[in-house]
């Protein structure tokens, strides 16, 4: 099996390498286009900001070649915002598989809201096979400032102030807002999961 | 729900843990990467390596340390000790650490925090300020507390998050070591006033100490060293015993 992660410009993907690299699994770090292409299991990772991303991503192509991708991805924190059709973050259009938009966490009147949410949140209503044998309100780890709103592609959600999508699948495309790279023995098995499909 | 975290901090030096740690259920104690793995598993919510290397080779000995260590160890880690530079940083977070945490070096160079979060974003830049109460204030001092300077803790707190730091890790010199709890005042300003999240540290000795840290002064983790590693305070019961008494906590 190849499991390919996809470079760019978007944060440091060694923690992912060794998630991977513990599951027994060689994470092969490329742009490639055809390397990408072939592989069996694709992986789009990101941390940093959606359109310095996005147009690294469209200079090089790599948003088509994601786009029409028939094989299983799993795009993880800005990954799977990039895979949403629209990001608040620099009013910037994304790649568009997830029907849903992605907007910036608003602290309300009468409390401070901790911008970025960082650290563990539990998440619910998990229906895809991502979570099998992953239990209900399983801990994750979050760093993030923007969320990608609920819509029909939900497989997971988190409250953060409100509810939002922790998790996204449609068709071949799945995608968490949670590194399941630090997210301890709960986060290995969603990454099993994926690489299981 | 975000949950408090529960912070265990490893002292390093030349790529080994320092202070008397022992325990019997690992190989090596002296280990960071095992000792680091054991904590992952107790329940430890995130771990913080801080290097006090005072040789040359720090920097290559710490960076082949941080690849061990995310190599072996599923959640997430901030280093720090002595990192002045964009260029300290990013060899760090490629090697993988998920967050690095300045001190001096910041507050000697401001504009190196505002550089790191346009750099890595600020989710990544913990800013440490460790701080002592006299003459009726909390003062910020430098160089681990060796060098005092005239500045507020609390306006060196947040002049650093308006340039950027993602998480602030305060620790009190009057509590540190006191096993007296954790400075509730200067820790709750902090954390009811900035828009980042505070880790407490300094003074904790029981587990009630933790709870008040969280219920009282409202901080977003607790950051503990010696009663972690003496087992005066084990992980899983300090956790069992803060969901007991309603802290709302991972297990």
């Not at chain 1, 998990?126 to 992953?134: A, D, I, Q, R, T």
Request: one cysteine or more.
């Amino acid at each position: 099996m190849k499991t390919v992660i996809v470079k760019y410009n978007a944060g440091n993907i060694r923690s992912l390498q060794f998630a991977l690299e513990r599951l027994g699994v060689n994470g092969i770090v490329t742009d490639d286009h055809e390397e990408i292409r072939t592989a069996d299991k694709v992986i789009f990772p990101g941390v940093g900001e959606a359109s310095t991303a996005m147009n690294y991503l469209k200079e090089r192509n790599l948003d088509k070649v994601i786009a029409d991708l028939k094989q299983p991805v799993l795009g993880i924190c800005l990954g799977m915002q990039l895979l949403c059709k629209y990001s608040e973050e620099n009013d910037t259009p994304c790649i568009g598989v997830f029907d849903t938009e992605v907007k910036r966490f608003q602290s309300p009147v009468e409390n401070l809201l901790k911008i970025p949410q960082i650290g563990w949140n539990n998440i619910a209503g998990l229906h895809s096979v991502l979570f099998e044998h992953v239990p209900e309100n399983s801990y994750m780890y979050f760093v993030h400032s923007y969320y990608a709103a609920l819509c029909s592609d939900t497989v997971a959600i988190t409250n953060y102030v409100i509810n939002y999508s922790a998790a996204l699948q449609k068709d071949n495309f799945y995608a968490v807002q949670f590194h399941p790279e630090k997210s301890a023995e709960d986060g290995a098995r969603i990454i099993q999961n994926f690489l299981n499909i | 729900m975000l949950t408090k975290r529960i912070i265990p901090c490893l002292d390093i030096k030349d790529g080994r843990t320092v202070k008397g740690i022992n325990f019997e259920n690992i190989r090596d104690a002296g280990d960071p990467v095992e000792l680091g793995a054991l904590y992952a598993a107790q329940g430890a919510d995130e771990l913080v390596f801080l290097d006090i290397t005072a040789t040359n080779e720090r920097r290559k000995t710490l960076a082949e340390l941080v690849i061990d260590i995310a190599r072996h160890i599923n959640i997430p880690f901030t280093v720090g000790g002595g990192i002045s530079s964009v260029a300290d940083v990013s060899v760090l977070l490629q090697s993988g650490a998920d967050k690095i945490s300045v001190n001096t070096s910041a507050f000697k160079n401001p504009e190196l925090i505002d550089q790191l979060s346009r750099e890595f974003g600020s989710q990544c830049i913990v800013l440490a300020i460790d701080t002592r109460y006299e003459d009726g204030d909390w003062y910020v001092y430098l160089n681990g507390g060796r060098v005092k300077t005239t500045v507020k803790a609390f306006d060196w707190a947040k002049e650093a998050v308006d340039r950027g730091a993602g998480e602030i890790l305060l620790t009190s010199m009057n509590n540190d070591g006191t096993k007296k709890g954790f400075a509730l005042d200067i820790t709750a300003q902090l954390a009811q006033n900035l828009n980042v999240p505070v880790i407490a540290s300094g003074g904790a000795g029981t587990m009630e100490h933790f709870q008040e840290v969280f219920d009282t002064a409202q901080a977003d983790a607790a950051l503990a060293a010696s009663i972690f590693h003496y087992k005066e305070i084990e992980i899983p019961a300090l956790k069992t015993f803060l969901y007991n008494n309603g802290v709302n906590i991972r297990f």
